[in-house]
């Protein structure tokens, strides 16, 4: 389903050879990576750890398509994803100050029964 991605023919031809291309090539390049335990016993797990965080996170920088119509040009497709990453950092840095304030609140509450 990745053709959904890609908005127009031309760029669709582009996007399904690029992942398809990266497909290919970390098929072919995993098997090795069995051989990094010889230099240092969990590199291998580590890297397979940290490229599907790091592939997890970076999907959630995709748009929303539910609901929506999907773009049919390039022009679209450009307008279409903007500010995804704004939205999502500014959602989580707001997500983190409510939690820091609030803790601060516990602990100004703390102190008050401290001193009663």
Known sequence: RV????????SRNIGMG?????????STISPFMWLL?????PAPFLL?????ILAGLLCMLLPETKGQQLPQTLEDGEEFGKGVARKMIDSALTTLLLKRRNTDEESE??????DI
Do not use: H, N
């Open 3 to 10: 053709f959904q991605y890609f908005p127009c023919l031309s």
């Open 18 to 26: 690029s992942s398809s291309m990266a497909g290919r090539l970390g």
């Open 37 to 41: 335990a010889d230099i240092w016993r």
């Open 48 to 52: 397979f750890g940290v490229m599907t």
């Open 109 to 114: 509450v703390e102190d008050t029964k401290a």
